[in-house]
């Protein structure tokens, strides 16, 4: 199993930020509609605080049922896939985890991202801890 380039993995996240960001807009109509349902005394704060938290587990849910079939779109297009440190289907509790270090992972500007070509195996520190792993599909 060959990790993919990690040029090739970057390029897979530009390309899978273009999809979630649409995705997300979509998915903050209904949200928004909701909001005007809520009382007057419901301000603006808790209200962005809502949002931020409904967006994240809808992406969540976008890239953890994705993962768990191996691929989300960009990943298909770029020939990457994700799998199962031993090999197979990566479970549920395992998709789950690495969505959330890799959500910590953007918070530190990238910190696991930049640091996988120091490592022997070449991957991100979400796969290590979450025992995944990307490998090339073509």
Known sequence: ???????????CNVYE???LVAMLFVAAFPFVALTLLLPENIGLF????????????????????????????????????LAAEQGGVPSMAQVWLRFLLASL??????????????RADGQFLQDRFSGTRLIRNR
Do not use: D, E
């Open 1 to 11: 199993m060959v990790a993919p380039s990690l040029r090739r993995r970057l390029a």
């Open 17 to 19: 930020s273009l999809l």
């Open 46 to 81: 808790l209200r962005q605080i809502f949002l931020w938290i409904y967006l994240f587990v809808v992406a969540g849910f976008y890239f953890t049922l994705f993962w768990r079939k191996g691929q989300t779109l960009a990943m298909k297009t770029w020939g990457i896939r």
């Open 105 to 118: 992972n953007l918070a530190l500007l990238g910190l696991g991202w930049w640091l996988a070509p120091l």
